[in-house]
C-alpha cells in the first residue's frame, strides 16, 4: 500500500529539493508535506 502511495506522491506532489527549498525558511505546509512524504517513503521501503 504505501509503495503505491510513494508512487502517487512523487508524481503528483512538488518536490522541494528541486526547488531547493531550505526548511528553516519553509512554510508550516511545506513543512507538514516534506513529513508526510517522508513518513511515506520510510514505510514503502520497509
Known amino acids: 500500500m504505501y509503495k503505491l ?3 502517487l506522491n512523487k508524481l ?3 518536490s522541494f529539493t528541486k526547488q531547493q527549498l531550505d526548511p528553516s ?3 508550516k505546509w ?3 508535506l516534506l ?4 513518513y511515506v ?3 514503502s521501503l520497509k
Not at 513529513?35 to 517522508?38: E, H, K, L
Request: proline share 5%.
Open 5 to 7: 502511495l510513494a508512487k
Open 12 to 14: 503528483v506532489l512538488p
Open 25 to 27: 525558511k519553509a512554510k
Open 30 to 32: 511545506q513543512l507538514a
Open 35 to 38: 513529513a508526510y512524504r517522508y
Open 41 to 43: 517513503t520510510t514505510r
